[in-house]
């Protein structure tokens, strides 16, 4: 059974860096193929795609949001984590982790997906 | 960029109709990578569709998927009280999402 879940911190003030937190078990990041995303969507509105990793270490980002963000992968952890920097109230938003299993699996799009973390960007 | 557009915003019908929901890419894309998901308030999206018309795990199959190029479709055969939630396409980046509505 896949399960992922964010952690990371509820509040940030403008300017600050956040680091998200993405814990998982039931897949290994190292099987050929699979990825992790992150996904984020503000309050009520669209989701927005933000980053993801690959098994290889192959990274992608958002074109719009490339500049703020760092995808990283601790396999013996099991963890995926985001940076984001210079955060502003903009990016006040609910933060999801989502497993891909990749074209190998014949599934390129994110098939499991964590609760969610609510981050809210406030001086 | 591909931008995807999703059409209509809103959709109202009731529970029985057949729902059709539309995804339209700004230019033609692989389909190997379009997916929708149903999302519903509160809730972490759910993957219904990869691969364009591929279901995923557990999606009933009043649910299909269809679509080649730059127009893809959601078709919803018929509708049950607990489909009604807003659903996105995603290839890469995510479409705007439509909500689907009771009547």
């Known amino acids: 059974q896949i399960t992922l879940k964010e952690s990371g911190p509820t509040l940030v003030k403008p300017t600050q860096t956040l680091t998200l937190t993405c814990t998982f078990s039931?897949?290994?990041?190292?099987?050929?193929?699979?990825?992790v995303g992150w996904i984020r969507q503000p309050p009520g509105k669209a989701l927005e795609w933000l980053a993801l990793i690959y098994w290889d270490d192959d990274k992608r980002y958002s074109p719009s949001l490339k500049s703020r963000l760092t995808i990283t992968k601790d396999t013996s952890k099991n963890q995926v984590v985001l940076t984001m920097t210079n955060m502003d109230p903009v990016d006040t938003a609910t933060y999801y982790c989502?497993?891909?299993?990749?074209?190998?699996?014949?599934?390129?799009?994110?098939?499991?997906w964590g609760q969610g973390t609510m981050v809210t960007v406030s001086s | 960029e591909i931008v995807l557009t999703q059409s209509p915003g809103t959709l109202s019908l009731s529970p029985g109709e057949r729902a059709t929901l539309s995804c339209r890419a700004s230019q033609s894309v692989s389909s190997s990578y379009l997916a929708w998901y149903q999302q519903k308030p509160g809730q972490a999206p759910r993957l219904l569709i990869y691969?364009?018309?591929s279901r995923a795990t557990g999606i009933p199959d009043r649910f299909s998927g269809s679509g080649s190029g730059t127009d893809f479709t959601l078709t919803i055969s018929r509708l049950e009280p607990e489909d009604f939630a807003v659903y996105y396409c995603?290839?890469?980046?995510f479409g705007q999402g439509t909500k689907l509505e009771i009547k």
């Open positions: 691969g364009a018309s």
């Open positions: 989502a497993h891909r299993p990749g074209a190998v699996a014949g599934n390129d799009a994110f098939d499991i």
């Open positions: 039931g897949f290994s990041l190292s099987t050929s193929g699979v990825g």
């Open positions: 995603q290839l890469g980046s």
